[in-house]
């Protein structure tokens, strides 16, 4: 089945620092989807995204979906301590929605 | 209303006790899933309801006993757990199951905060 690698797959940043993360796939997919989950809570939809080369801001996140259809990059500008967390890539595979292994973020205030 | 919830926050249970985990969303989704997570994983998918009937059975095993009384609501019966099965449990919806290809808001799923299993 379809596979998306997301990297990295933790990071430790400074408060203030712009965030980079990424998932590719082997596969084409037709939407690609970031979710944020905190410790102890479900995940929460941030950005979902349907056109290749589409960018997509909500607050401080950015997201894009790659010209390929192969990939994306969700950008946090700015971090702070309530960015802590786990971000998650997902795309559709069938009816079923196909995770990334996730990319942990630490943020040091 | 854009959430979907989920009783109990958490559980301790024994092997031979039987529970239940609920599930309620209020957006007018027609589907529903069932979510198994492991510390540090991403969600594994255990079931898949579209318009209140089972349409995927990822091979789970009999222990856990799904069910979809109405369109907004959703229930996962437990009975002789072992410990193993231990994990924090997903309920999340969508609009619909996307089948062909439709883009724009079918695969957006949304997911309660989870109940919190343990199994003695």
């Known amino acids: 089945g379809q596979q998306l690698n997301q990297s990295p797959q933790s990071m430790f940043i400074q408060e203030g620092e712009d965030v980079s993360m990424n998932c590719t796939s082997s596969s084409i997919f037709n939407t690609w989807l970031w979710y944020k989950q905190d410790p102890g809570e479900g995940p929460v939809l941030l950005i979902a995204?349907?056109?290749?080369?589409e960018l997509t801001s909500n607050g401080r996140l950015t997201a894009q979906f790659g010209i390929t259809r192969k990939d994306s990059f969700l950008n946090i500008s700015a971090s702070i301590p309530s960015d802590v967390g786990i971000y998650f890539c997902a795309g559709p595979s069938g009816n079923k929605l196909v995770f990334g292994a996730g990319t942990i973020l630490r943020v040091k205030s | 209303d854009t959430e979907v919830t989920q009783t109990p926050k958490h559980l301790v249970m024994g092997m031979t006790n039987k529970k239940s985990l609920k599930c309620e969303q209020h957006?007018?989704?027609?589907?529903m899933y069932w979510y198994k997570q492991k510390a540090k994983k991403p969600p594994e998918l255990m079931f898949v309801y579209s318009y209140e009937k089972l349409s995927i059975n990822e091979s789970v095993p009999s222990r856990f006993s799904p069910e979809c009384p109405n369109s907004s609501l959703l229930n996962l019966h437990l009975h002789a757990l072992q410990p193993e099965d231990s994990a924090l449990y997903l309920c999340?919806?969508?609009?619909?199951?996307?089948?062909?290809?439709?883009?724009?808001?079918?695969?957006?799923?949304?997911f309660g905060p989870g109940t919190r299993l343990t199994v003695l």
């Open positions: 995204l349907y056109k290749a080369g």
């Open positions: 999340a919806s969508s609009q619909a199951i996307n089948s062909g290809g439709a883009v724009g808001g079918y695969n957006e799923q949304f």
């Open positions: 957006m007018g989704h027609r589907a």
